[in-house]
Every structure is written in C-alpha cells, then in structure tokens.
C-alpha cells in the first residue's frame, strides 16, 4: 500500500473540518492552517501531495517550486484568483475550484481532490 498523501489545508471559513476528515479517512493527512499568505503557509506545504485554498494567496509560480510533490492546487469558493493558473500549467499542476465546497454541500465536490489523487497515481 502506498503511503498516505499530505494534503495542506491554506485556511477556512468554517467550524467544523469533518467533511474533509472524512473525505480524506485512510487516503490522506489533512494539515489545516489559517493563514493569509503563502510565506504563512510553504513551510508545511513544501512536500504537500495537494492545497487546499479558500483565500490565501496569491500563490505563483515561486511558491509553487517550493511544492515539489504537489500535483493538485482547489480552491473552495467561486474562481481561481488566488492562484497563478499560467504556472500552475508550466510546473504540470492540476487546478481546480469548487464553489459548492465553500458551501460545502454537495458530495461529488467533497470527493473531487482524493479522486484527483488517485488520477495522479498518489493514492489507491
């Protein structure tokens, strides 16, 4: 069995992280922060497998070479602005936004990042 992908939570707005708890049961190591900014943020990021980000940022080319491993950058909520899609796209990132996941109701976007994942080869 391969090992347990990192996933790096940037910041959140609500309460309770069960959903993600859950989504990420046996596949994944959720690491949740609040932060605002990138040089908040990298240090645990550096060998991260996915971000999560609701509004930290922006993130760009420079932060995403201190991201090595990283292959998938979600950003819950409507759009991509706090991401740099042009190098996200060079350094072969898959990137994505969620906007019912700042909601976070409904399943099929609950189950999006794991599911990309597991596209990427990162966990079975």
Not at 79 to 101: F, M, N, S
Request: aromatic letters at 4%.
């Amino acid at each position: 069995m391969a090992a347990k992908a990192k996933v790096v939570l940037t910041d959140y707005v609500w309460e309770s992280l069960d959903v993600e708890k859950k989504t990420l049961e046996g596949l994944a190591d959720l690491v949740p922060l609040q932060t605002k900014k990138p040089d908040e943020f990298i240090a645990q990021a550096a060998d991260c497998d996915a971000l999560l980000n609701t509004y930290a940022g922006p993130i760009t080319a420079d932060d995403m070479a201190k991201m090595p491993k990283c292959r998938i950058i979600a950003r819950y909520g409507i759009g991509v602005d706090t991401i740099d899609l042009d190098a996200a796209t060079k350094a072969g990132d898959h990137c994505d936004q969620q906007p019912d996941l700042l909601h976070r109701g409904s399943r099929g976007a609950h189950h999006g990042a794991p599911a990309r994942l597991r596209a990427q080869g990162r966990l079975l």
